[in-house]
T-cell receptor, first 115, second 114 residues
Framework: AQKITQTQPGMFVQEKEAVTLDCTYD???????LFWYKQPSSGEMIFLIY??????QNATEGRYSLNFQKARKSANLVISASQLGDSAMYFC????????????FGKGTRLSVIA | KAGVTQTPRYLIKTRGQQVTLSCSPI?????VSWYQQTPGQGLQFLFE???????NKGNFPGRFSGRQFSNSRSEMNVSTLELGDSALYLC?????????????FGPGTRLTVL
């Protein structure tokens, strides 16, 4: 079975600072994908970034980067130059690449950006 | 390209009633998945439809059902509503096939059961 652990229920960061949101995962699969989603108070899940288990380079998308450490089974999200609009819930998720399997989500981290 | 749309956005029902939620995926996407989000249980997978066939199912009672139409639009139905069914129901679409890095969510339907 797959499991995602996000150990930080809440985080605060000063505007324009960088912040790291932790995510560790557990799986026996060799081929899998890791996702980060942002959920503002409106409820919509916004896709941020994806990392494949065989990708050699860490994924980056604008101000978002994923610090992928396969041996440690961690996939931390780094947000650079935080903005007030980054305040939201952030979910780490994974799915195995074999078959048509659903996403398995962590409990989420609530990020608050302070002016 | 239009995103995933869900209707209605908000719904209030009473115990024992049934409800139908609708999801229109991104144009060209053939797979639709449904998730339930509650404060206690977090995000849990309900089921996935691909080309009008249920391809995967989560661990939910038979009161939860769904279907997909030939235009890839999907509906989920919950019969005999219980208080615990109050949740945000999220629909996600993806192209299907091997492109596993693309799964986009709609805004959700917030269901309240009184």
């Amino acid at each position: 079975a797959q499991k995602i652990t996000q150990t930080q229920p809440g985080m605060f960061v000063q505007e324009k600072e960088a912040v790291t949101l932790d995510c560790t995962y557990d799986t026996s699969d060799q081929s899998y994908g890791l996702f980060w989603y942002k959920q503002p108070s409106s409820g919509e899940m916004i896709f941020l970034i994806y990392q494949g288990s065989y990708d050699e380079q860490n994924a980056t998308e604008g101000r978002y980067s994923l610090n992928f450490q396969k041996a440690r089974k961690s996939a931390n999200l780094v947000i650079s130059a935080s903005q007030l609009g980054d305040s939201a819930m952030y979910f780490c998720a994974m799915r195995r690449n074999s078959g048509n399997t659903p996403l398995v989500f962590g409990k989420g981290t609530r990020l608050s950006v302070i002016a | 390209k239009a995103g995933v749309t869900q209707t209605p956005r908000y719904l209030i029902k009473t115990r024992g009633q049934q409800v139908t939620l609708s999801c229109s995926p991104i144009s060209g996407h053939r797979s639709v998945s449904w998730y339930q989000q509650t404060p206690g249980q977090g995000l849990q997978f309900l089921f996935e439809y691909f080309s009008e066939t249920q391809r995967n199912k989560g661990n939910f009672p038979g009161r939860f059902s769904g279907r997909q139409f030939s235009n890839s639009r999907s509906e989920m139905n919950v019969s005999t509503l219980e208080l615990g069914d109050s949740a945000l129901y999220l629909c996600a679409s993806q192209p299907g096939g091997g492109r596993l890095n693309e799964q986009f969510f709609g805004p959700g339907t917030r269901l309240t059961v009184l």
